[in-house]
């Protein structure tokens, strides 16, 4: 059997039929020819050749998670594939499991090449982003006690990021929940003295680091006078 690629030698002891397996096809034809010598030094030829379709158009759809939080693995890249037959190898690049759904993923840029049983491909690049900011927070004690047990101490909390609205948690001898609609100040009233430490949680269910403050005890202050008489 000869052609461009393939020059193979078969013996038979007698007549018989010849099957060749795992011939490749071409595009439009891939030309063999088939050279049969007898024991005498006959000879005859036959040619044939064996056409390979091309691959069809691999349609993808692709489904990004964006990471929920600045530094975090939430992200995640669902595909799906149409005209790819079964099995199919995803090939990522940062190196990833061989599916078509990869999850846990951090923001960057990821690759994918896939190749289905026919060895057809299709090659794409699939970023999964990131908040830009992050959410800070600071806080503040304006006024303490009045008078021991007043539970009337103040402070501010103030907000720095932009995935409204927050949640506002204080612990601490007066603890509170509070909703916060937007960034900015967030007043913290009725409280009595002692340690306290925030956390805010954003929209997005980003949690701050904390910020703690303090509340000084009121004190009293009583005048006694007295007159005595003769």
Known sequence: ILNTSINDTFNLTTADTLIVDSLVGG????DYQFVVIDANGCTDTCSFGIFEPPCPNIFV????????????SSG??????????????????PT???????DGLPAGTYQLILIDSFQCTFAAVYPVTQPDSLLTISCMALTDETV????????SVEI???RAPFVVDVFGPSPSSTNAATSGTV???????GDYSVIVTDNNGCVSDTCTFTIGAGSCSLTISATATP
């Open 187 to 193: 007043d913290l009233n009725g409280l009595s003295a």
């Open 160 to 162: 720095m990021g932009d």
């Open 96 to 102: 990833l499991p061989d599916t078509n759904v990869v």
């Open 61 to 72: 759809t692709e489904t990004i998670t964006n990471v929920n939080c600045p530094g975090d």
């Open 148 to 155: 021991p047990g007043a539970t009337n101490g103040t402070a």
């Open 76 to 93: 995640r890249i669902e595909i799906n594939s149409v005209n790819a037959q079964a099995p199919i190898q995803y090939i990522w690049s």
């Open 27 to 30: 595009v439009p034809f891939q």
